[in-house]
């Protein structure tokens, strides 16, 4: 249990790939046959961005000088309350310990070892507050959440600190008594755990949207910090520790899983859960760059859904950079993310297409959602201030996603106050219940929402039944069915509509450069089984002409068996007819 402390000088990173004893190795040539050799391997072991990072600190670049300060700045004390489940201890340490790499000033180390050992789990007053890795030990506070904290720290700390892993310890409940033995134990004690028992680990049943083997559970933020700490843990430990390879082993089994699960469901980009997708999408590209590092295998990276995304997330932002669509949580979930993007443009290079339209979404939300506002340690490891964006002339005025059931237009992008429109018509993909059921919504945005979505809609703050006249959707009234006049959660795109031709999602789509249009059924999206008889209409068509730069056309076609269909609208001031038609507010 006590790993021999590298040869390599503190702080002295390899910059190149060749094999010896202080340098980082590539794949396959020591330990599990897997891992590279050598320590740091996170991250670090990738050479041209290494390369960056270190000139960077040469040139005293304002991201190395932020993160510095930070370091200089910041106590190694977390006080009580500040912390939520491990967040502030992941950032500390990952801040320290990247100051300690890039400097190799112990007091960097120190510091992050600090955070690490001192046992302050003691005096938690309530297991959500955090308190230090080593010690923690509540695994089942919040059905496991803390593993995307305390693992992904522990990780870190062993790779980035491994000059220190044969410190002498003494944890009560583990046996090893140096720091590396102890913080393996540590690691595997969480990760067991969460296989037997953490949310939407990969047999729950809570999270089995559909059939096997493509059952959804990859889509679960809870899973995408399970396969973000596993991926970690793989690589940090590697050959060092007996457990290496079977934890390896399950990292590669729970990656495929969930990008299984989200190149099935969203191969064009887009995730259901709002904020909490943004922080999904980071945690899996967060993953695949561990692993990509970590190993040599550049597979990690080839998912098309984590390569699509970034052009959904620039489709999805309007011009002014100050909205983004409204797709799931909380009604609030309107601004754009920059945390994610700056690891897909690492991902996938700077200078990349992908990395380039990631930098022209960047571009376009840098007054909403900065990257320098992100923590000063991602920033600087990840995010190139020199990237530059593409011409926005090149980049279509539309995106159509049919698996995901969302299509986005503007009329144009060099005006700050285009108009800017979504509509989505999909079925219910979510394990968590964190997704709108708001199939048939659309939205539209005009320099500020003059289209929205007026209601809380997250299931935990509204029952199902009070959902849907917050989208500007449908309810069906008075029904007698025993069905609710809402969209039901849960309900899945893999039940048929009631004439059992199609499941529910987007049918239609053309981009005439003058008009968009679009038109999808959704009936079964108000089933209160998956049968014909549980469903109030034979069909519900919702066609969304888009005559740019700013003329909306909606024909909802409605072949009613139950209850009175209701449509609903919502602007945020009252609407005024004018010329020969008119809008009216809620419903018509």
């Not at 809870?222 to 973000?228: A, H, K």
């Not at 922080?279 to 695949?288: I, K």
Request: aromatic content about 14%.
């Amino acid at each position: 249990d006590s790993p021999t402390p590298t040869t390599l000088p503190v702080g002295t990173l390899p910059t190149t790939t060749t094999t010896s004893s202080t340098t980082t190795t590539m794949a396959g040539s020591v330990g599990d046959g897997n891992v590279i050799s050598g320590h740091p391997r996170i991250w670090l072991s990738d050479p041209a961005n290494f390369a960056r990072i270190k000139a960077a600190v040469s040139a005293n670049s304002s991201q190395w000088s932020k993160l510095k300060t930070f370091c200089d700045n910041t106590s190694a004390s977390i006080p009580q309350g500040y912390a939520y489940q491990g967040d502030l201890q992941l950032l500390n340490i990952a801040s320290f310990a990247l100051c300690y790499q890039m400097t190799g000033n112990a007091t960097y180390a120190q510091k992050a070892l600090s955070v690490l050992t001192t046992n302050d789990c003691t005096s938690m007053q309530t297991p959500t507050y955090g308190c230090s890795p080593l010690y923690f030990n509540l695994y089942s506070t919040d059905d496991g959440y803390g593993v995307r904290n305390y693992v992904p720290a522990l990780a870190l700390a062993y790779d980035w600190l491994y000059p220190y892993m044969s410190t002498a310890v003494s944890v009560s409940d583990l046996t090893a008594k140096t720091l590396g033995g102890a913080m393996t134990q540590r690691i595997n004690a969480w990760l067991n755990w969460y296989a037997k028992s953490g949310y939407c680990r990969v047999n729950d049943p809570n999270c089995q949207n559909f059939p096997s083997p493509h059952t959804g559970v990859g889509i679960a933020n809870y899973f995408s910090g399970y396969v973000l700490a596993q991926s970690m843990a793989a690589i940090a430990v590697g050959g060092d520790d007996s457990t290496g390879a079977s934890i390896y082993s399950t990292a590669n089994t729970l990656f495929s899983a969930g990008i299984g699960d989200m190149d099935t469901y969203f191969p064009e980009g887009h995730h259901p859960e709002g904020s909490y997708g943004a922080g999904t999408y980071e945690r899996y590209l967060l993953a695949a760059t561990t692993l990509r590092w970590g190993t040599g295998k550049t597979a990690y990276l080839k998912s098309k859904w984590m390569m699509n995304y970034p052009a959904f997330k620039l489709a999805a932002v309007t011009n002014d950079g100050k909205f983004y669509i409204d797709d799931g949580t909380w009604h609030w979930d309107v601004a754009p993310t920059s945390n994610d993007s700056i690891v897909s443009g690492y991902a996938y290079g700077w200078t990349s297409p992908i990395g380039q339209t990631t930098a022209t979404y960047l571009g376009i939300v840098s007054g909403s959602a900065p990257a320098s506002a992100n923590d000063a340690w991602r920033t600087f490891l990840f995010y190139d201030s020199s990237a530059v964006g593409m011409s926005l002339t090149t980049v279509a005025k539309s995106l159509n996603t049919p698996t995901a059931g969302v299509v986005l237009a503007r009329s144009d992008w060099t005006s700050a106050t285009a108009t800017w429109a979504s509509l989505q018509i999909a079925g219910w993909t979510d394990t968590e219940g964190e997704q709108y059921a708001n199939a048939g919504q659309f939205q539209i945005y005009k320099g500020s929402p003059l289209l929205i979505n007026a209601g809380f809609g997250d299931r935990w703050g509204a029952s199902q039944q009070d959902t849907a006249p917050y989208y500007n959707t449908f309810s069906f009234e008075n029904r007698t069915d025993g069905g609710p006049k809402g969209q039901p959660w849960f309900t899945t795109s893999s039940c048929p509509n009631p004439t059992g031709s199609d499941p529910i999602g987007l049918k239609k789509f053309n981009d005439g450069n003058d008009y968009v249009f679009a038109s999808g059924e959704f009936s079964a999206a108000y089933q209160k089984s998956c049968s014909a008889a549980g469903v109030p209409a034979n069909f519900v068509v919702r066609n969304q002409l888009y005559v740019r730069p700013d003329l909306f056309f909606i024909y909802d076609q409605v072949s009613v068996k139950n209850g009175t269909p209701m449509e609903h609208f919502h602007f945020p001031t009252s609407p005024v007819a004018r010329r020969a038609w008119s809008v009216f507010p809620d419903s018509m």
